[in-house]
């Protein structure tokens, strides 16, 4: 047989049988979990390694950063599966309360808030210190999902699709915009964007809503001199290289060294005081240089995992609040993936968004994971994969009698 001839008769077979792998019942479970097992396991390490110099040079001792952080693993990692147990009803049960506490949160930030870099987006509560805006990025998808899977019937009207969703995601924007915190705006933006989308907004809503927030983005560039330098750098942060462009230039540095298999888990140069925030903004730079270019595909395409696993989710369900939450969590993960990515190859500036599960902190990891485990409740819960979970329950049962 011809060599095309074997070709085309291997290709069906093969095509056929990923199918069969994504058609399985399961699938959507298991690929939410392995996703999320792999970045989180990617996150320790890489934080391990990231940090190790600056605790060191902190604190004494190079482990100090990677136990807090292990220490918010092992109290994320019960709430995600708390949160993927908890009923649907339930959930919504916490609705207002949460959008309620969140937008207290963000009021005490914006008055008495501590300040980092220039932000104003950390909020001082005795013991620790918390990032309110993280927390509100999953309770206003939760309360936007809530309301619009009450209005499921109505939102062929405008109005119902805008009030009450639109006023209150903006007053938590402007919260954080009078913190000074853009890149956590950005987010919040996009994540109304993508609920008024998904609940079939006009397209000339969208055009409207982009020409405003374009105006009033320049806008407070403009009124900021150290973030119009860093908009203005940021395509070629060696114009500044002593200044604002010292961070971009040395993610570059980091980023190039690796090459294809990168320098190996620990051999960063970077992290040794070149390269501020290793541990948490740019750390995707520690990773290329360290991983290389198959670390950097590897953590980006675990995430596009998440994300269609998620719109799997979100396309298979009947429940309208599934759908809508489902979707707003993936906005929000495949978002900040892709700024916190857009920062270190300098193609955005620098805003200071972490990135998902990998980054260093509590604040962003604990909202992540519920938010995760929410999606992976959902999924558990499909029809199909319900039946199939507790048919191997039912069959270990009769393993576990047959054996006594």
């Not at 890489?46 to 220490?71: I, K, N, P």
């Not at 013991?127 to 939760?142: D, F, G, M, T």
Request: aromatic share 10%; net charge positive.
């Amino acid at each position: 047989m011809r060599p095309s001839l074997r070709a085309s008769v291997r290709r069906p077979g093969w095509t056929a049988a990923l199918k069969d792998a994504l058609d399985r019942p399961l699938t959507t479970y298991y690929l939410l979990l392995g996703a999320t097992a792999l970045l989180l396991t990617i996150g320790l390490i890489m934080v391990l390694s990231a940090s190790s110099v600056y605790s060191y040079r902190e604190t004494g001792d190079s482990y100090t950063v990677v136990r807090r952080q292990v220490m918010w693993v092992l109290i994320g990692v019960p709430c995600a599966f708390l949160a993927s147990r908890v009923s649907v009803r339930w959930v919504r049960g916490l609705t207002y309360p949460a959008f309620s506490i969140s937008l207290l949160l963000l009021a005490l930030t914006a008055k008495v808030g501590v300040e980092v870099n220039g932000n104003k987006n950390w909020l001082d509560l005795g013991p620790v210190q918390i990032q309110p805006s993280e927390i509100a990025k999953l309770s206003l998808i939760i309360w936007a999902s809530h309301i619009y899977a009450n209005k499921e019937r109505r939102l062929g009207n405008l109005h119902q699709m805008l009030v009450p969703v639109v006023p209150g995601m903006v007053l938590a924007t402007s919260m954080v915009v009078i913190g000074r915190d853009l890149g956590t705006a950005l987010v919040f933006f996009a994540l109304l964007v993508a609920m008024l989308w998904v609940v079939g907004a006009p397209g000339k809503l969208f055009a409207l809503a982009f020409s405003g927030v374009s105006v009033l983005a320049l806008g407070l560039a403009a009124t900021d001199g150290e973030r119009l330098a860093r908009i203005y750098n940021f395509a070629d942060p060696f114009k500044d290289y002593h200044g604002t462009g010292w961070q971009p230039a040395h993610g570059l540095y980091a980023m190039a060294s690796g090459g294809v298999f990168g320098e190996g888990i620990g051999a960063s140069q970077q992290k040794w005081g070149q390269l501020p925030e290793a541990h948490t903004d740019f750390i995707f730079a520690v990773l290329g240089e360290e991983l290389g270019l198959v670390g950097t595909l590897l953590v980006i395409s675990l995430f596009l995992v998440l994300a269609y696993a998620g719109i799997r989710v979100a396309r298979e369900t009947k429940e309208p609040f599934v759908r809508y939450c489902t979707f707003g969590i993936v906005v929000w993960l495949l978002c900040q993936m892709i700024i916190n990515v857009g920062m270190v190859l300098a193609l955005l500036p620098v805003i200071g968004i972490p990135l998902p599960l990998v980054s260093y902190g509590g604040s962003s990891l604990l909202p992540t994971l519920a938010a995760l485990g929410l999606v992976i409740g959902f999924a558990r819960r499909e029809p199909a994969a319900a039946r199939a979970l507790a048919q191997r329950r039912r069959a270990r049962s009769a393993g576990l009698s047959a054996r006594r």
